[in-house]
């Protein structure tokens, strides 16, 4: 009888506690709505067009201020809502010039011609925006993929790797006993080797089945209005706005956002390249519907061991995409920067596309170059991974958190910028131009191409899809990209204020003497660098100080009772400020080694002076400026890309040294007393004599050439005293990467006959760095930086200071051979790194 009752009371039990959980669900959403939006808001947000004034600073389970609660005024005919309006705060910000808010645009919202006067898209515009907006046809390119014989061959050549793989670890188990086996192998087949190669065959099939199915985007133009209409309602509780040019628009245009502006434009989506991280339970599926295909992070699961079928089925989606007309989207620096400066570039994926061209798959392909940048970060710092933490996988319940922290919070603007589009096409003829002048370089054909059954070890993404004779012009396609990308990434109002704290006032300054040198930077950046602000100075730096928060910029005491603005206390705050102030540092990289080249050559000069008991102006020689220059721009191939794969260090540089003597910052005899208009046309007249070529200013009438006599190198370059402070400030930009560097090079003697995982050794810096930090030994806390002591392996490796070799899947360090013979040689190497480290003649500052 009980168990009966208990049988009979058990559906209803569970019913009412499912239906509980959903009640309380549904109860908790309605109460985040109403303290996010009140119900006031919402119903202006549905009727904007009523010009209902709803403005509310809501916060979550928290009481509103009394000036926030709405006054409701009624009349005999209509009940209108309105608040008090709250005055415009001093620091507020507006967004650049000649720039829009996306997120107030809504062209397809409104009465539409012969429409009735009851057209609901008056009444919900961001609805009427989404849904009306063009449509696409966005076709399916999996079943072309799984047929072509492309990947057939592929999926033929993994199964015969395996099945000689097997036989040969079979081989190694059973011993060479018999000694007549070779002969006895060579004339006999086992029974079953026909059958084992079947059922690996029909394997590797499978696989290449479920590799495609896990890559694929479903993406379908449902999913993306009904997006855009929820990111019309989201961005604004987290976001001031989405900025962009108008007229960029118009050209063509991280990630989701992109997306977003495309589709509200009338412009195709793209197919979005995306790490599989992000394949995260509920995000993944949302994700491949908007134009996610998931890649593996690492293609390759064993080090040296090319996964074939993983490479033919990423090559084929991508051609196939293609030819298909889809738009790819891809982050060509291959991931987030954990920095703020641009990565150097990944080919990976922009080889598919070129070759797709070389190959005549396709006739052109435009590459538009995209930044993305941000007052504050919404994805969070990678502080934690700089110091040499290890790095939080993505989750279901991260991604929660991360939206429900972005929704309760205020991140300023979002600026998206877009560079003109240019051709593949275009560019391999003006490659194909400079290889037929300097006769250096190889000549690029389209032309078709057959895929070779053997694997190289050149393919990138297939077997032997990536041509030996291809990889310089993808390589120098790639640098051109992400040197354009740098190129035209806006300097947000944030970005301003780290670099000024961070190069010129490292020990706080008044919002009164930031705000002089936030004219000073913005005066120099005019015509060069697009703001993402506008608005007095004084006020762009108070708003940042406040968006960053008091755990990056804190407001201060100083002795005299002055209110000061600096960083606040601990490393973390120095590390990710020098992330805000990296979107600046490219600008001025160029500049910087210049300057610091030319101060360590100076204090050389200054001490042979004094040893010499002579009285003259201490002074460099250009060209000597430029040769030591040019081998510290080496130090750094790793860390920037200093100038664009149509240009030469040598040019640049000049550049940068003529920019330096307009600027001020150091003189030459002939333009020590002329006006800055003649010094600026001087500049250009070398401009121009250096594009029209070296060898005809080298050439005297008769032909000779005066290189071939020696010239006496006199002092031609001179310090200027009354700008120590833009001096100082210049060296300031890469000086943490120098001693970061520098770090790296002393604790080379670590490895003298004696080799290291590299992992160990790089914690092993990062903790002598930390060391050298809290002992005020290196005055820079953001040199605490993985990605830079990674770089300056590189840059070692390259030297052939120390070889990386790979033992079961680790990354092992040991010297090279000369250095491992003699200990006293890695003193070349450490004073080689020095020459970057900013030092100063006479304590000059």
């Not at 609805?127 to 999996?142: I, L, M, N």
């Not at 100076?602 to 102006?617: A, D, F, G, R």
């Not at 005297?700 to 006496?712: A, I, K, R, T």
């Given at each position: 009888m009980l168990a009966t009752l208990m049988s009979f009371l058990q559906g209803p039990v569970e019913f009412s506690l499912l239906g509980f959980i959903e009640a309380a669900s549904v109860a908790f959403i309605l109460y985040y709505i109403y303290a996010k939006t009140r119900t006031l808001a919402i119903i202006a947000g549905l009727f904007p067009n009523l010009n209902l004034n709803i403005n509310y600073r809501s916060t979550l389970f928290g009481l509103q201020k009394a000036h926030n609660k709405p006054l409701i005024t009624s009349t005999a005919t209509t009940t209108i809502t309105t608040t008090k309006k709250e005055p415009k705060r001093e620091n507020s910000l507006a967004h650049g010039i000649g720039t829009q808010n996306m997120l107030e645009l809504?062209?397809?919202?409104?009465?539409?011609?012969?429409?009735?006067?009851?057209?609901?898209?008056?009444?919900?515009?961001?609805?009427?925006?989404?849904?009306?907006?063009?449509?696409?046809?966005?076709?399916?390119?999996?079943s072309l993929v799984q047929k072509d014989p492309v990947l057939q061959r592929a999926i033929k050549q993994a199964a015969e790797q395996i099945l000689r793989e097997q036989e040969q670890q079979s081989k190694e188990t059973t011993g060479h006993e018999d000694l007549n086996f070779n002969e006895r192998r060579n004339s006999y087949r086992p029974p079953h080797r026909h059958s084992d190669y079947q059922h690996i065959l029909q394997r590797q099939e499978h696989r290449a089945i479920k590799i495609l199915k896990e890559m694929r985007s479903t993406l379908n133009n449902f999913l993306l209005a009904f997006t855009s209409w929820l990111l019309y309602k989201l961005l604004p509780c987290f976001l001031t706005g989405v900025v962009t040019h108008t007229q960029q628009i118009e050209i063509h245009l991280d990630y989701i956002l992109v997306t977003f502006i495309l589709t509200n434009n009338d412009i195709r989506s793209p197919l979005v390249a995306a790490g599989n991280n992000l394949q995260i339970p509920v995000f993944g599926e949302i994700l491949r519907g908007l134009g996610a295909f998931f890649i593996k992070r690492k293609i390759d699961p064993i080090v040296g061991k090319k996964d074939i079928i993983y490479r033919a089925v990423l090559h084929l989606y991508l051609q196939h995409a293609l030819k298909m007309g889809h738009n790819v989207e891809f982050f060509i620096e291959g991931g987030r920067t954990r920095t703020g400066k641009p990565c150097m570039p990944k080919g990976g994926i922009l080889s598919v596309i070129v070759n797709a061209f070389m190959d005549r798959s396709i006739p052109d392909a435009l590459l538009v170059p995209v930044s993305v940048n941000y007052e504050r970060l919404v994805d969070g710092n990678f502080v934690r991974e700089q110091k040499g933490e290890k790095k939080i996988p993505e989750s279901f319940g991260k991604a929660m958190s991360g939206i429900w922290k972005a929704l309760n919070s205020k991140y300023g603007l979002m600026r998206i910028d877009f560079n003109e589009p240019y051709s593949i096409k275009e560019l391999v003829q003006s490659y194909n131009k400079i290889a037929k002048e300097d006769g250096s370089m190889k000549i690029y054909k389209p032309s078709a191409r057959t895929l070779q059954h053997n694997q190289s070890t050149s393919s990138l993404y297939g077997t032997d899809v990536v041509c030996e004779e291809h990889r310089s012009?993808?390589?120098?396609?790639?640098?051109?990209?992400?040197?354009?990308?740098?190129?035209?990434?806006?300097?947000?109002?944030?970005?301003?204020?780290?670099?000024?704290?961070?190069?010129?006032?490292?020990?706080?300054?008044?919002?009164?003497?930031?705000?002089?040198?936030?004219?000073?930077?913005?005066?120099?950046?005019?015509?060069?660098k697009d703001l993402g602000f506008s608005g007095e100075s004084i006020h762009i730096i108070n708003y940042a100080t406040d968006l960053l928060g008091e755990k990056l910029v804190k407001r201060c005491y100083d002795s005299n009772n002055q209110i000061l603005i600096c960083v606040a206390n601990g490393?973390?705050?120095?590390?990710?400020?020098?992330?805000?102030?990296?979107?600046?540092?490219?600008?001025?990289?160029?500049?910087?080694?210049?300057?610091?080249?030319?101060?360590?050559?100076?204090?050389?000069?200054?001490?042979?002076?004094?040893?010499?008991?002579?009285?003259?102006?201490?002074?460099?020689?250009?060209?000597?400026?430029?040769?030591?220059?040019?081998?510290?721009?080496?130090?750094?191939?790793?860390?920037?890309?200093?100038?664009?794969?149509?240009?030469?260090?040598?040019?640049?540089?000049?550049?940068?040294?003529?920019?330096?003597?307009?600027?001020?910052?150091?003189?030459?005899?002939?333009?020590?007393?002329?006006?800055?208009?003649?010094?600026?046309?001087?500049?250009?007249?070398?401009?121009?004599?250096?594009?029209?070529?070296?060898?005809?200013?080298?050439?005297?009438?008769?032909?000779?050439?005066?290189?071939?006599?020696?010239?006496?190198?006199?002092?031609?370059?001179?310090?200027?005293?009354?700008?120590?402070?833009?001096?100082?400030?210049?060296?300031?930009?890469?000086?943490?990467?120098?001693?970061?560097?520098?770090?790296?090079?002393?604790?080379?003697?670590?490895?003298?006959?004696?080799?290291?995982?590299?992992?160990?050794?790089?914690?092993?810096?990062?903790?002598?760095?930390?060391?050298?930090?809290?002992?005020?030994?290196?005055?820079?806390?953001?040199?605490?930086?993985?990605?830079?002591?990674?770089?300056?392996?590189?840059?070692?490796?390259?030297?052939?200071?120390?070889?990386?070799?790979?033992?079961?899947?680790?990354?092992?360090?040991?010297?090279g051979t000369l250095y491992e013979t003699s200990r006293s040689s890695l003193k070349n190497i450490v004073q080689r790194i020095s020459d970057i480290v900013p030092y100063y003649a006479n304590d000059y500052f």
């Open positions: 809504t062209p397809h919202a409104g009465r539409k011609p012969f429409h009735t006067l009851k057209d609901w898209g008056v009444y919900f515009p961001y609805v009427a925006q989404s849904f009306r907006s063009k449509k696409f046809d966005y076709p399916k390119v999996t012009l993808i390589e120098s396609i790639s640098r051109q990209v992400v040197y354009d990308c740098a190129a035209a990434t806006s300097i947000m109002s944030t970005n301003a204020l780290a670099f000024l704290l961070l190069t010129r006032y490292r020990n706080g300054a008044t919002d009164k003497e930031l705000a002089k040198a936030l004219d000073d930077l913005r005066q120099r950046l005019t015509g060069k490393i973390e705050s120095w590390i990710e400020l020098a992330y805000y102030s990296n979107t600046l540092t490219p600008h001025f990289a160029l500049q910087s080694i210049v300057l610091t080249t030319f101060h360590n050559l100076l204090l050389k000069h200054v001490n042979m002076l004094e040893e010499n008991l002579t009285s003259t102006e201490p002074g460099i020689c250009r060209k000597k400026l430029i040769e030591a220059a040019i081998e510290n721009c080496e130090v750094y191939r790793y860390e920037y890309i200093l100038y664009k794969p149509t240009q030469t260090l040598e040019q640049v540089l000049e550049s940068a040294i003529d920019e330096l003597i307009v600027q001020g910052i150091i003189k030459t005899e002939q333009t020590e007393n002329e006006p800055e208009s003649v010094m600026e046309s001087r500049r250009k007249a070398r401009g121009l004599a250096t594009y029209l070529g070296e060898e005809s200013d080298d050439m005297s009438d008769d032909g000779h050439n005066f290189l071939d006599v020696e010239q006496p190198q006199l002092p031609d370059l001179f310090l200027i005293s009354d700008t120590k402070v833009q001096q100082k400030a210049l060296c300031e930009v890469l000086a943490p990467y120098g001693h970061a560097y520098l770090c790296v090079a002393q604790s080379l003697y670590i490895l003298y006959q004696n080799s290291m995982l590299e992992s160990e050794f790089i914690k092993l810096v990062v903790k002598e760095l930390n060391t050298k930090v809290k002992t005020q030994q290196c005055p820079y806390a953001e040199s605490i930086s993985t990605d830079s002591v990674r770089n300056c392996l590189k840059v070692l490796e390259k030297w052939s200071v120390i070889e990386i070799s790979n033992q079961s899947g680790l990354r092992l360090l040991a010297l």
